[in-house]
């Protein structure tokens, strides 16, 4: 499918590893000129070669923290006028919630809510003026099926999902949609944290917990990174401008329920 992003530019946060990485090379081979985002400049350097050399796309980058507000400003302005924002972010490493502190609370608060908001502000109304924007935020599974240990990461995440639940449909009207994709496990970095919480939290070695965590996926294997990335590409292609506010599960059929 023609996605009709040709010549379109994509702003991907934390785009260097797994899911990030995975969108944005979708996007740029869906014709997208992407701005990609890493704290490690060299990874991030590797990343972006790697998909320039198998799409062909005009691919630039901005080394650092998303959270830092300079970063933000040189995201935005290497990218000129975007049309699509990935918003991504590391998640807080899996913590009993007694083992937070408040600085641990605002910390996550702050990478996983207040920074992608703030992105939101910068690039809306450009893309309300030109009439075309596509705004995905990845957030987790957790935000519709709670998990043990990711306590402040689901409550960012739903917080930011309630938050831009209504900026959503301020913005419709001007053919700009706001999604959010939650992943469930996935094959990526984040990946060896998860399964390293579950086995010391069960007493089993990391190995059996990967085991018996896709036994409990009913299709019985942990996400590849591409099936992400592609359905964040459908989600900001030309096509799915009547989709907005939803939150989009891609879990295997990990969450139980109809809704």
């Known amino acids: 499918m023609d996605l009709g992003l040709s010549g379109r530019t994509a702003i991907v946060c934390a785009s260097s590893h797994g899911l990030g990485r995975a969108c944005a090379t979708e996007l740029a ?5 992407v701005v990609m985002n890493g704290r490690e400049t060299q990874a991030l350097d590797h990343a972006a070669a790697a998909i320039r050399d198998e799409t062909g796309a005009t691919i630039e ?4 923290d998303i959270g830092d507000a300079g970063v933000q400003a040189a995201l935005v302005q290497a990218a000129g006028t975007p049309d699509i924002l990935v918003n991504n972010n590391g998640g807080p490493p899996p913590r009993g919630f007694r083992d937070l502190d408040a600085d641990a609370i605002h910390a996550g608060l702050d990478a996983n809510m207040v920074t992608p908001i703030r992105l939101v502000q910068q690039v809306i109304d ?11 935020c990845i957030t987790s599974s957790s935000v519709k ?3 043990t240990g990711l306590d402040l990461s689901s409550g ?9 639940a209504g900026v959503a449909r301020e913005v419709a009207g001007a053919n700009v949609t706001i999604n959010f994709l939650l992943p469930g496990l996935f094959a990526t970095r984040r990946i060896e944290g ?4 579950a086995a010391k939290a069960q007493g089993i070695d990391v190995d059996t917990a990967k085991a018996r ?19 964040c590409a459908f989600l ?5 401008g009547y989709i907005t506010g939803q939150s989009l599960l891609i879990d295997g059929g990990g969450y139980p329920g109809v809704l």
């Open 145 to 147: 099926s709670v998990t």
């Open 194 to 197: 998860v399964m390293g919480f």
């Open 61 to 64: 980058t901005v080394a650092g």
């Open 156 to 164: 960012a995440r739903i917080g930011l999902t309630g938050f831009l």
């Open 236 to 240: 900001c292609s030309a096509q799915a």
């Open 29 to 33: 081979r869906a014709g997208c000129r």
């Open 126 to 136: 450009g893309m309300v003026e030109r009439r075309f924007g596509r705004v995905v």
């Open 213 to 231: 965590g896709q036994e409990r996926i009913p299709a019985k294997r942990f996400g590849d990174p591409a099936e992400f990335g592609a359905a």
